[in-house]
């Protein structure tokens, strides 16, 4: 066993974002495809975290860019939470196949 | 006011301008009339301004206006003829001897120096004044500001007055003449004064023509024609009298036409007019050939520098000089050339004898601007024998320079045809019998006393100009002119167009006698046939009036009774035309028959010169007589005409009446005073140069400044012609011969006509029948307008035709194959427009459009494809990337 290195936290931050665009892909229930978003933007900031910690020149951003990817993660969690809630309401569905009232 | 006492010639420039005054005038209310006419209705300021101006009917102010005007005028040239007659004997004298001394001077002034020189600006001072009293002159348009220092260019147009006997007694008889003709025109125009005039020869849809009454523009004409005639009169230089030739032209053109409605009298006006256009070619050519190389038009300075001064310091080289007349004074001089000099010394010339014959380079000596105190003059014989002299192209003011002698004559032949159009002389007369078509006053005035008069004293006037070779062609030319026209008036039967051949035919006269060397003759005959042929005019007027414009003599006759003041003046005026002693028209045609015996004498070859003008004083005294004893003598020939017959009013027959006192006694007079020797004063030098001084008879009295009278030559230079060339002289020794021989001729004339006519001894319709050949040829008038339709108006039609033809057939055909062509290349220019150009860019767009029809299945709104497609396309970049920018080897490996 080699000690846990960069490639290993690449490896886990790849199958995180391939699960997660899988995820958004596939699942056709709106929070699905939220938790899908979320696993995309874990994958990324594991990607910073460790690239942070293996590269003491970018010690300092890729923990910022980490943080802001939290925030910006929980921002979206709640705007996108809110408009699927909004859209329950109008049409007691959350599946985004009917989603289709701003098709042109 | 005028400064008359310094330059009473002032006062012809009033005169002149008098009538011009009365025209402008006239034209402004005319004017205005006619644009309120329309208008007033429409305001009051309109309508009141319109009844100011005449309203509808203006009656005869204008007439009043242009009579007074040319009335002042005659009251004007009354004066100056008095004024000029009293000083111009002393005038010229001073002017010859303030010539003779400046000459002098300028040699001492040259030879002594300073003490000279202010003693000769001093005379010419007194010189300039003295000529300044009776001419003057100003820049009209200044060719070359700075001025030229040579006198050959000109450098300024002038305009400018020049009075000499002539002009003085032409104006006093132009003057004269027209007022009485304004006098008689107001009772014969008095129809024109009727709202509105019916002409009955002019029929329209709707019977005859009913126009507007042109009374005053009548009299607006007359105006600008006295105008004209008067500038022609007194100009002092060719542009000027130029100017006016073409307005009394216009005037002419305007009056013929004045009844414009008829076809004869539009036509008759175009006639005039484009006859005279050719005359007027001609006059222009002369005019530029004096103009290029004599460099001024002014008369007295283009006849100073053709004809040899008269004067020269004789002894220039010599210390007791004098004054003294010249071998060649008053001659045109000519040269022959000799070859280049240098471009300062000249051409050498070699002057000729006046009897040797010339060569087609021969030249022509013009004499220097400024002659300075060495001028000896020219010729073999002269003192200094100056045979040979230089000429130059581009002379000083003192220096000679010369022209081609041919090109003199041509200049002189011009001048005489612009002369032969305008005093209808053969082959330009055709157009006065047709200009009869105006009203009667007209014919009077224009086509009889005043503008055919003209030319005549146009070349009266340019006498000086004229060649020996030009003045053979004015001889001739007055010969045949007044042969052919004399017989053709002895068929017509309308009373205005026999006077009109006879005016033809005197104006003949005229020329002839110029032409010959009898300018005194001629130009007093000019005089008197103005008065003697205004009269006939006024007369035929008179007669026309009362016979309700019955122009044919065939439906006249014994109209003596009914109009006996008509009658009688008119039968004065047919006795002085006929050559009656005592009569005007004798005392100047015998004075011209003399002429031309004269010359016949010294040329025996030109016999023709002499007996055509005799044979047709008698054809003249017979057709004048036969026009008088057709119109008042014997039955009435149409009752309906000589019943309504009647006597004009006073206004017509005053004028008449004192013609004809006019007409018999206006050749009278005491020796000094006597128009025949008033107009001999202003004979140019020349005249007796190129026919023959003569030594005591042409001698006139002078009075001396001391009150005493004596008798002088009136020209002192030059020598006397030995007695076989000198026809002059031969012209006064058979002066009695001539006047019988015409006299008889005149007698035996009107003999025939009354036995014809009155006593009806013989049958003019016999006469007729016997020599129908000769009287066709005489009644069409010589086939001369049929000959003119045949050479010159049928092939100019044939030209037009086939310039037309050309025009339509060619010309529109070029212009109408472009036109095909191009609708053609524009046709298969829009096919490939539409096709290719319009293709190409269409198939742009479908083929936009298909790849965008295409691309929009993509867009399927299930975010899953989507975000496959984005996956995809990740994955895409990160191959391409990885095969772009790869190692092959992956970064784990280090």
């Known amino acids: 066993m080699s000690p846990i290195g960069l490639e290993h936290y690449l490896t886990l931050a790849a199958i995180l974002f391939v699960c997660g665009a899988v995820c958004m892909a596939t699942k056709r229930n709106a929070i699905g495809v939220l938790i899908g978003v979320e696993l995309v933007l874990n994958g990324a900031n594991i990607n910073l975290v460790a690239f942070a910690h293996f590269n003491p020149a970018f010690e300092i951003e890729g923990m910022t860019f980490a943080l802001f990817v939290i925030v910006l993660a929980a921002a979206e969690a709640a705007v996108a939470l809110a408009i699927v809630l909004n859209f329950y309401n109008n049409h007691t569905t959350v599946d985004v196949d009917t989603a289709e009232d701003l098709k042109g | 006011m005028l400064p008359l006492d310094k330059h009473p010639g002032l006062i012809y420039v009033v005169a002149t301008l008098l009538p011009l005054a009365s025209f402008v005038i006239l034209l402004i209310a005319g004017g205005v009339r006619q644009y309120l006419r329309p208008r007033k209705q429409e305001s009051s300021l309109a309508g009141t301004l319109y009844t100011l101006l005449g309203g509808d009917a203006p009656g005869k102010t204008a007439a009043y206006v242009a009579t007074a005007a040319i009335g002042l005028a005659f009251l004007c040239a009354v004066y100056g003829f008095v004024k000029f007659n009293s000083e111009a004997h002393h005038l010229s ?217 008269d004067k020269a310091f004789s002894a220039a080289r010599g210390e007791h000089g004098k004054v003294v007349s010249l071998e060649y004074a008053g001659l045109i001089v000519r040269a022959n050339p000799q070859g280049s000099k240098s471009a300062n010394e000249g051409d050498m010339v070699s002057i000729l004898k006046p009897d040797e014959s010339i060569r087609a380079d021969t030249r022509v000596i013009i004499f220097p601007r400024e002659p300075d105190g060495h001028f000896e003059g020219v010729g073999p014989q002269s003192r200094a024998e100056v045979k040979e002299i230089d000429v130059f192209e581009r002379p000083r003011p003192d220096q000679y320079s010369s022209m081609p002698y041919w090109l003199l004559v041509a200049a002189g032949l011009g001048i005489f045809l612009g002369c032969v159009g305008k005093s209808a002389q053969f082959p330009l007369h055709v157009w006065l019998p047709d200009a009869m078509e105006g009203p009667t006053p007209v014919s009077a005035l224009i086509h009889a006393a005043t503008m055919v008069a003209a030319g005549v004293y146009l070349v009266g006037r340019c006498f000086p100009l004229f060649t020996p070779e030009a003045q ?233 400044p001391d009150g005493s009278k004596r008798r002088e030559l009136t020209w002192s230079g030059g020598k006397t012609k030995p007695l076989s060339e000198n026809s002059r002289h031969l012209a006064h020794e058979y002066h009695d011969l001539a006047g019988t021989m015409a006299l008889g001729m005149g007698l035996a004339g009107i003999l025939l006509a009354a036995l014809l006519y009155y006593f009806r001894v013989l049958d003019p319709a016999d006469s007729k029948e016997q020599f129908p050949g000769v009287y066709r040829l005489l009644a069409s008038k010589w086939y001369f307008d049929e000959l003119y339709s045949a050479i010159l108006v049928r092939p100019a039609l044939a030209v037009a035709n086939w310039f037309r033809a050309f025009d339509t057939n060619v010309i529109d055909g070029v212009v109408d194959s472009t036109a095909l062509a191009t609708v053609k290349t524009s046709f298969w220019s829009g096919r490939f427009d539409n096709g290719i150009i319009d293709g190409l860019v269409n198939l742009t767009a479908s083929v936009c459009f298909a790849i965008g029809a295409w691309l929009r299945r993509f867009q399927t709104g299930y975010i899953r494809s989507y975000i496959l497609f984005l996956v995809l396309a990740a994955v895409a970049i990160w191959v391409i990337m990885s095969f772009l920018f790869g190692t092959g080897a992956p970064a784990a490996g280090h």
């Not at chain 2, 009209?140 to 450098?155: A, E, F, M, R």
């Not at chain 2, 000027?240 to 008829?262: D, T």
């Not at chain 2, 002839?512 to 005089?527: E, K, Y």
């Open chain 2, 93 to 309: 004298h001073e002017i010859k001897h303030l010539k003779e001394a400046i000459v002098e001077l300028k040699h001492e002034a040259e030879h002594e120096g300073d003490k000279f020189e202010a003693k000769l600006k001093a005379k010419q001072g007194e010189l300039a004044e003295k000529e300044g009293r009776w001419s003057g002159r100003v820049n009209w348009v200044v060719i070359l500001p700075g001025g030229l220092n040579d006198n050959k260019h000109g450098t300024a147009l002038q305009v400018g007055f020049y009075i000499d006997q002539l002009s003085a007694v032409m104006f006093a008889m132009v003057t004269f003449i027209a007022t009485l003709i304004h006098l008689f025109s107001i009772g014969y125009m008095s129809e024109e004064l009727h709202q509105p005039v019916a002409d009955h020869e002019v029929h329209t849809a709707h019977g005859h023509l009913h126009r507007r009454g042109r009374f005053g523009r009548f009299f607006l004409f007359l105006s600008l024609f006295c105008f004209s005639m008067l500038n022609l009169i007194i100009a002092d230089n060719l542009f000027q009298v130029f100017v006016s030739w073409e307005l009394v032209g216009i005037c002419s053109f305007l009056l013929i036409g004045f009844y414009y409605e008829r076809t004869s009298a539009s036509n008759a006006a175009n006639k005039a007019f484009i006859t005279n256009r050719v005359g007027d070619a001609g006059f222009i050519i002369g005019l530029l050939i004096v103009w290029t190389y004599v460099g001024t038009l002014n008369f007295q300075e283009v006849f100073a520098r053709i004809r040899c001064p």
């Open chain 2, 472 to 704: 053979l062609v004015i001889a001739y030319t007055g010969a045949i002119t007044l042969t052919v026209a004399a017989s053709i008036a002895v068929v017509m039967t309308d009373i205005k167009k026999v006077l009109a051949y006879s005016t033809v035919s005197q104006l003949g006269y005229m020329m002839l006698a110029l032409g010959v060397g009898g300018w005194v003759a001629g130009l007093f005959h000019l005089i008197t046939h103005a008065f003697f042929k205004a009269l006939l005019f006024l007369g035929s007027g008179s007669v026309i009036y009362g016979c309700h414009h019955q122009q044919d003599m065939l439906k006249m006759g014994g109209l003596y009774p009914k109009m006996k003041i008509t009658a009688i003046t008119m039968l004065t005026g047919v006795l002085a035309i006929g050559g009656i002693p005592l009569f005007s028209g004798y005392y100047s045609k015998d004075a011209i028959m003399a002429d031309a015996l004269g010359f016949f004498m010294v040329y025996k070859q030109h016999f023709l010169l002499f007996f055509l003008p005799l044979i047709t004083a008698g054809i003249t005294a017979f057709y004048m007589s036969r026009m008088w004893f057709l119109t008042f003598t014997g039955k009435p020939r149409d009752a309906h005409v000589h019943e309504h017959a009647h006597e004009s009013p006073w206004i017509m027959t005053v004028p008449l009446i004192i013609l004809a006192f006019f007409s018999v006694s206006i050749a009278w007079g005491p020796e000094e005073v006597a128009l025949e020797n008033t107009l001999h004063h202003a004979m140019p030098h020349a005249v007796m140069a190129d026919f023959g001084v003569e030594p005591l008879v042409d001698s006139v009295i002078v009075r001396t």
